[in-house]
């Protein structure tokens, strides 16, 4: 029905707005982190925190009649394993490249997956993007481009790390979109990527364990329960929305990482970053706009097809 339909886009877009609030509050708890410690400490408590609020989660809503399942079966072996593979790498290249660069700029490297997402999500999921769609991402790319105005001499590690977490985040959220499709257990989303993350970390800890203050730990302790609630929160996402509007939609974020960026850490973006940042976002609202248009001619179609135009039930 339409009016199910319009609460469950309305009912998605407030989900990822609080899941970007709370991906940027974590990825400014991490940015300070990386300045103190290495990556594996951080994500082999991390990772094992969140799975174990996985596991308290699941508890907890099978006690109150929300959750049926647990958070360890799943319809889709295969895939989530790739799911925990792709999100193992998006966290190691994003803590790189927070430690390395601006919020604002690891931002337009966020701003690129919905580029991604478009070849991805025609490929995997057969949800095709229009030509206006297509023009809105060659704006994204363009604005990224803009950070980098002397060419490839401005390219650092920490922006080919950005590039790195940006294309497995994308096939990570794609991958959890498809596996939605199969699997109605959304917690075991949450659990086995961030076991995965614990496990990569595990292996290479000893080499890089560095001591650590009460307050470090305090922070890695609030950044697992901000990730945790930013990471279930987009697995609800992409069961609401199509890729190619989930992800430009993502966009918003760049507000929340100039304002974390300025009031914590006093970096203020320059004028080719805002102009970049700027397009990326136009590109966002161009291919929300397209994706709007097709369902509304897909609906409209649909009604048509139906005997005296009844409107048939969406997937």
Not at 122 to 137: N, Q, S
Not at 180 to 209: E, G, I, K, M
Request: net charge positive; with cysteine; hydrophobic share 60%.
């Amino acid at each position: 029905m339409m009016a199910r339909d319009r609460a469950s886009l309305s009912g998605g877009i407030l989900l990822l707005l609080a899941a970007t609030i709370a991906t940027t509050l974590a990825d400014g708890v991490v940015k300070d982190l990386a300045s103190r410690l290495q990556a594996p400490q951080v994500f082999f408590l991390s990772g094992a925190l969140m799975a174990g609020l996985s596991v308290l989660a699941a508890q907890t809503g099978r006690g109150l009649g929300v959750v049926v399942q647990g958070c360890l079966r799943t319809q889709r072996p295969g895939l989530l394993a790739l799911r925990s593979l792709a999100t193992v790498v998006a966290a190691w290249g994003f803590f790189y490249a927070l430690a390395q660069i601006r919020l604002a700029e690891v931002f337009l490297f966020i701003g690129l997956m919905p580029l991604m997402s478009a070849f991805l999500s025609r490929a995997i999921l057969g949800e095709g993007v229009g030509p206006a769609a297509w023009i809105g991402m060659a704006m994204g790319l363009a604005g990224l481009m803009m950070l980098f105005p002397g060419g490839v001499s401005d390219i650092s590690l920490g922006h080919l790390a950005g590039l790195v977490g940006a294309g497995a985040g994308t096939v990570s959220l794609v991958l959890s979109r498809l596996i939605a499709r199969h699997d109605a257990n959304t917690l075991v989303q949450v659990f086995y990527p961030n076991l995965a993350l614990a496990v990569s970390a595990l292996l290479v800890l000893p080499t890089f364990w560095l001591p650590m203050s009460l307050a470090d730990l305090a922070l890695i302790l609030g950044y697992s329960g901000l990730l945790f609630l930013a990471r279930w929160g987009m697995v609800l996402v992409m069961r609401r929305l199509p890729a190619p509007v989930a992800l430009p939609l993502m966009n918003i974020q760049f507000v929340w990482m100039v304002i974390v960026g300025l009031v914590f850490f006093g970096e203020r973006p320059d004028a080719l970053t805002l102009s970049g940042a700027t397009l990326v976002m136009l590109a966002g609202v161009v291919a929300v706009s397209q994706q709007a248009r097709v369902n509304r001619l897909a609906a409209r179609a649909a009604r048509g097809a139906q005997p005296g135009g009844a409107v048939i039930p969406a997937e």
